[in-house]
């Protein structure tokens, strides 16, 4: 071997050592030390290397890690010592029955026991030798298991090759593979938008992605790996004494290890262990359907061994399932606060979750469309702590054949008004806003908030008080409030009834703008109403205008075109306006204008950002004073921004103008433009 191939193959061997290094600080450690463009980096030149001299290609080198071929079968391996299963405990008797046995077996009041959670995922062997990765199976039936080496070396998190100088001649390591549930999210997304099937659990997503014949397949599904035994072994100087210490030889071997495994005292602690984990469960980043026990001392689980297929000296002690099979017998509509109507399936009576469980969210049309929701289908319940219980799937070889096929109803199932479902969005909408019961909180809330007809005081509470105690129906009954009906609301003395009624009184006086933007018409934001005000300029003109005429204003489009005609054409909430105006609420009309002129509007196709906080104004007396004189404000730096006016301690948007060459205005600067 020439020179120059010995620089190369050490300089090499450098980079393995070093990229194996950041995969166990990233994928085991997660505390990454460079950005993942440097990771890239090193990868390519590693894979370079190996491409100009194939020669020098190692086994355990992480540019091979998705090098192999894609398999016809996979072959079986015999585990020659089996991986048993645990026998397993539902309750608290049975897990103190388990600790009562193991103390009579060892002749003992108290035993020390090691415990972790137990991983829903597939367990898996693997077999090193002289420190390399030479095989990797499934457990298959305890005895026997598939070969399934070149998906396993896809997975970063398993070390191709042990990191001591001296490694043993054998170690058969034991652990799960699993799918963290951000990557499990990632994978769904990405099935979706292939127009793909998606994965019901991690688990599943897991076993077919290590069941792939093919491992660039599998080096596409991120699998984590995490360790919780050492089968055979030879010449290993491994500990010898108690299992928590094999499993701090494992992490010392870089191998991921459960962060929640430690070691406790006699039945007390283990069941408090499994409710202080119960309480972590949403929280980890991995799915887990129990906790394990096990005696720590290997002196004691050789002298308890093994009954039938599992061991005497532990346990696993479960959660309630959080899936379950039963029968969908109904579907009906709920209407929520903002007028969404979503599908709920009326389900035979089911428990999961540890509760029984009724109902379940369908989310929406889409949805039942997608996974063929019928009724009468049987179908499996998901129900994740104490998130709603959904429809995950369903078992299409129970389907009866009169199973019926549901359509979204036209109408509101709550008043009678139209459903529309806009161009773009998943869910249907019931366009009775003002008077509609399902919506009455929602409306008043946003009728009275500060950018709308800001009635100061009226908030979350109050509005919740005012609509169960029935004094309001529509925001038009404000304005009939007594101080008697206020007054006896709990915590509402004469002068806070009389204080509500000050501010009512005074909302009367308010701008076109103001009103459109509080009648909480779908997709008519604030900057919206105030330009159908500015070019309609009266009320029954907004009424009366129809898609074309509304399409001609700057920045609607025919979805929001659609939204007002939809919700002036509902009779009851004309009424309802027609009740405010009775009450006496008013605003200067004009003859409306089309195209403000250059003279009344010097800003007129200027688009402004604002960041950071100003001296001397506010943002929304900026955002005024900019409006005023036909500037436009918006929320994002783009192109299109003509200026950034910046204030202290201003966000992203300032870097991003400056970036695209944008000019920049503090409070003076502002100042000068407006004058």
Same mark, same amino acid.
């Given at each position: 071997?020439?020179?120059?191939?010995?620089?190369?193959?050490q300089?090499?061997?450098e980079?393995?050592?070093e #990229?194996?290094?950041?995969?166990?600080r990233?994928?085991?450690?997660?505390?990454?030390?460079?950005?993942?463009a440097?990771y890239?980096?090193l990868?390519?030149e590693?894979?370079?290397?190996?491409?100009?001299?194939?020669q020098l290609i190692?086994?355990?080198?992480?540019?091979?890690?998705?090098?192999?071929?894609?398999?016809?079968?996979?072959?079986?391996?015999?585990?020659?010592?089996p991986?048993?299963?645990?026998?397993?405990?539902?309750?608290?008797?049975?897990?103190?029955?388990?600790?009562?046995?193991?103390?009579?077996?060892l002749?003992?009041?108290?035993?020390? $026991?090691?415990?972790?959670?137990?991983?829903?995922?597939l367990? !898996?062997?693997?077999r090193?030798?002289?420190?390399?990765?030479?095989?990797?199976?499934?457990?298959?039936?305890?005895?026997?298991?598939?070969?399934?080496?070149?998906?396993?070396k896809?997975?970063?998190?398993?070390?191709?090759?042990?990191?001591?100088?001296?490694?043993?001649?054998?170690?058969?390591?034991?652990?799960e593979?699993?799918?963290?549930?951000?990557?499990?999210?990632?994978?769904?997304?990405?099935?979706? @938008?292939?127009?793909?099937?998606e994965f019901?659990?991690? =688990?599943?997503?897991a076993a077919?992605?290590?069941?792939?014949?093919?491992p660039?397949?599998?080096a596409?599904? /991120?699998?984590?790996?995490?360790?919780?035994?050492?089968?055979?072994?030879?010449?290993?100087?491994?500990?010898?004494?108690?299992?928590?210490?094999?499993?701090?030889?494992?992490?010392?071997l870089?191998?991921p290890?459960?962060?929640e495994?430690?070691? !406790?005292?006699?039945?007390q602690?283990l069941?408090? $262990?499994?409710?202080?984990i119960?309480?972590?469960?949403e929280?980890?980043?991995?799915?887990?359907d129990?906790?394990?026990?096990?005696?720590n001392?290997?002196?004691?689980?050789?002298?308890?061994g093994?009954?039938?297929?599992?061991?005497?000296?532990?346990?696993?002690?479960k959660?309630?399932?959080?899936?379950?099979?039963?029968?969908l017998?109904?579907?009906d509509v709920?209407?929520g606060?903002?007028?969404?109507?979503?599908p709920?399936?009326?389900?035979?009576p089911?428990?999961?979750?540890?509760?029984?469980?009724?109902n379940?969210?369908?989310?929406?049309?889409d949805?039942?469309?997608?996974?063929?929701?019928?009724i009468?289908?049987?179908?499996?319940v998901?129900r994740?702590?104490?998130?709603?219980?959904?429809?995950?799937?369903?078992?299409?070889?129970k389907?009866? !054949?009169?199973?019926?096929v549901?359509?979204?109803?036209a109408?509101c199932?709550?008043?009678?008004?139209?459903?529309?479902?806009?161009?773009? +969005?998943?869910?249907?909408?019931?366009?009775?806003?003002?008077?509609?019961?399902a919506?009455?909180?929602? @409306? #008043?809330?946003?009728?009275?908030?500060?950018?709308a007809?800001?009635? +100061?005081?009226?908030?979350?509470?109050?509005?919740?008080?005012?609509?169960d105690?029935?004094i309001?129906?529509?925001p038009?009954?404000?304005?009939k409030?007594?101080?008697?009906?206020?007054?006896?609301?709990? =915590?509402?003395?004469?002068?806070?009834?009389?204080?509500?009624?000050?501010?009512?009184e005074?909302?009367?006086?308010t701008?076109l703008?103001?009103?459109?933007?509080?009648?909480g018409i /779908?997709?008519v934001?604030e900057?919206?109403?105030?330009?159908?005000? @500015?070019?309609?300029?009266?009320?029954?003109?907004?009424?009366e205008?129809?898609?074309?005429?509304?399409?001609?204003?700057?920045d609607i489009g025919?979805v929001?075109?659609?939204?007002?005609?939809?919700?002036f054409?509902?009779?009851?909430?004309c009424?309802?306006i027609?009740?405010?105006?009775?009450?006496?609420?008013?605003?200067?009309?004009?003859?409306?204008?089309p195209?403000?002129?250059?003279?009344a509007?010097p800003?007129?196709?200027?688009?402004?950002?604002l960041?950071?906080?100003?001296?001397?104004?506010?943002? +929304?007396?900026a955002? +005024?004073?900019?409006?005023?004189?036909?500037g436009?404000?918006?929320?994002s730096?783009?192109k299109?921004?003509?200026?950034v006016?910046?204030?202290?301690?201003?966000?992203?948007?300032y870097?991003?103008?400056?970036?695209?060459?944008?000019?920049i205005l503090?409070?003076?600067?502002?100042?000068?433009?407006?004058?």
């Amino acid at each position: 071997m020439n020179e120059k191939i010995k620089k190369i193959k050490q300089h090499a061997q450098e980079l393995r050592a070093e #990229i194996e290094l950041h995969n166990y600080r990233y994928y085991v450690l997660d505390n990454p030390t460079i950005p993942d463009a440097e990771y890239d980096k090193l990868l390519r030149e590693l894979q370079q290397i190996e491409q100009d001299h194939p020669q020098l290609i190692t086994a355990d080198s992480p540019a091979q890690r998705v090098g192999a071929a894609p398999l016809k079968a996979f072959s079986q391996i015999t585990h020659k010592i089996p991986m048993l299963s645990l026998n397993n405990a539902f309750d608290d008797a049975e897990v103190e029955a388990f600790d009562r046995r193991v103390c009579e077996g060892l002749s003992v009041d108290s035993v020390e $026991y090691a415990v972790e959670p137990k991983f829903d995922g597939l367990a !898996v062997s693997l077999r090193y030798e002289d420190g390399m990765l030479k095989t990797g199976a499934t457990r298959g039936d305890g005895y026997t298991g598939e070969d399934i080496t070149s998906n396993l070396k896809t997975i970063k998190s398993i070390p191709l090759s042990l990191p001591v100088r001296t490694p043993p001649s054998l170690l058969e390591v034991r652990g799960e593979v699993l799918m963290l549930k951000a990557d499990f999210l990632a994978l769904n997304q990405r099935q979706l @938008a292939k127009g793909e099937k998606e994965f019901a659990n991690p =688990r599943n997503a897991a076993a077919g992605s290590l069941r792939q014949l093919d491992p660039g397949i599998t080096a596409t599904r /991120r699998l984590t790996f995490f360790a919780y035994g050492i089968g055979e072994y030879q010449n290993a100087h491994m500990p010898q004494d108690k299992h928590s210490q094999v499993m701090a030889y494992l992490a010392a071997l870089h191998f991921p290890v459960a962060k929640e495994c430690t070691v !406790v005292t006699g039945l007390q602690e283990l069941l408090a $262990y499994y409710q202080a984990i119960g309480a972590q469960r949403e929280s980890l980043p991995y799915d887990i359907d129990g906790v394990v026990y096990k005696v720590n001392a290997l002196l004691q689980q050789e002298q308890l061994g093994f009954v039938s297929r599992a061991p005497r000296f532990a346990i696993a002690h479960k959660f309630p399932a959080q899936e379950a099979v039963t029968q969908l017998l109904d579907i009906d509509v709920q209407v929520g606060r903002t007028g969404a109507l979503t599908p709920v399936a009326r389900l035979k009576p089911v428990f999961v979750g540890g509760v029984t469980v009724t109902n379940a969210t369908l989310h929406n049309a889409d949805e039942i469309e997608r996974k063929d929701v019928r009724i009468g289908d049987t179908v499996i319940v998901r129900r994740a702590g104490d998130v709603i219980p959904e429809v995950v799937s369903v078992i299409l070889d129970k389907r009866p !054949v009169d199973a019926q096929v549901f359509a979204m109803p036209a109408h509101c199932p709550v008043c009678g008004a139209k459903a529309v479902r806009l161009p773009g +969005e998943a869910v249907s909408r019931c366009t009775g806003g003002l008077f509609c019961p399902a919506q009455r909180k929602q @409306a #008043i809330l946003h009728f009275a908030s500060r950018r709308a007809m800001d009635i +100061e005081g009226l908030g979350d509470k109050l509005a919740d008080q005012m609509v169960d105690n029935a004094i309001v129906r529509t925001p038009a009954d404000l304005y009939k409030l007594g101080l008697t009906a206020l007054a006896n609301l709990e =915590r509402m003395a004469d002068k806070s009834a009389n204080n509500i009624l000050s501010a009512i009184e005074k909302s009367k006086q308010t701008t076109l703008a103001r009103f459109i933007y509080a009648l909480g018409i /779908r997709n008519v934001g604030e900057a919206t109403a105030k330009e159908l005000a @500015a070019h309609l300029g009266s009320l029954d003109r907004l009424i009366e205008a129809d898609n074309e005429r509304l399409q001609q204003i700057p920045d609607i489009g025919p979805v929001v075109a659609q939204s007002i005609v939809d919700f002036f054409a509902e009779q009851h909430n004309c009424e309802v306006i027609e009740q405010l105006r009775a009450s006496g609420v008013h605003w200067d009309e004009h003859a409306g204008e089309p195209e403000l002129s250059s003279a009344a509007a010097p800003l007129q196709g200027k688009t402004f950002v604002l960041t950071g906080t100003l001296p001397n104004m506010s943002r +929304e007396e900026a955002k +005024e004073s900019i409006e005023s004189l036909g500037g436009k404000v918006t929320g994002s730096v783009s192109k299109k921004t003509d200026y950034v006016v910046v204030g202290a301690d201003p966000g992203s948007k300032y870097d991003k103008a400056l970036s695209l060459g944008i000019t920049i205005l503090d409070e003076a600067g502002l100042q000068a433009l407006l004058q």
